[in-house]
């Protein structure tokens, strides 16, 4: 942790994409903070090589049916084996953080219960909205989801395709993580 360019090694759990495309989007920003970060996908291999040298290891997952991909779940047992929480930071993707005030641990239901079942006390704990997209979805997930959204107030048209991520949010979240790295030096 004594190296001058700080480092954040990222790994992520996305089924349609969007987790991806935000860590790929906190990457960039983490770069041009001065700030190196590595970005694995957990789904590429069955076992992963924790790189606990990291000044941070943010674990960003997609939330499929109230639960975050099992890839990730795996992935943060292996992690809290291998890194202390206070160098762990988790990002949780899911439509709910479309709403105001649903981006935070308090605020956010999967985030907070993530936390609570597992004990975790992380650096940094986020929630960004992901996207929806129903003419991508099976029948069975596309009703599903139009069920959920019809007791949240959201879109049930079946052609709606809305990408829900705050990308200044996605920015903001950068500055966090490159002064919690920068902090530590
Ligand atoms: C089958 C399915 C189930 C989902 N379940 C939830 C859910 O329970 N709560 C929620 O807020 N978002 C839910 N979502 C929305 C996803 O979290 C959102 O689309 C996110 O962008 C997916 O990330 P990914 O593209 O990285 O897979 C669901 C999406 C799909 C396709």
Redesign the pocket.
Known sequence: MTSERPRIAIYFA???????KIVERLAEHLDRRGVGATVTDLAASVSTVIDAEADLVLLAS?????FH?PPARRFLAQLRTEVPETRIAVVS?????RKPGRQTAEGNV?LRNWLKRTGLRPALAAAVA????YPA?RWF?RT??QA?MTLTGGPTDPTTVVEYTDWAEVEALSEELAKLVKARL
Do not use: E, K, W
């Not at 996305?14 to 991806?20: L, M, V």
């Not at 993707?93 to 953080?97: G, H, K, P, S």
């Open positions: 996305s089924r349609d994409g969007q987790t991806r997609a939330i499929r049916y109230g991909l993707v899911n439509l709910t953080a999967y992901g996207r929806l997209d979805y997930d599903m989801i959920i």
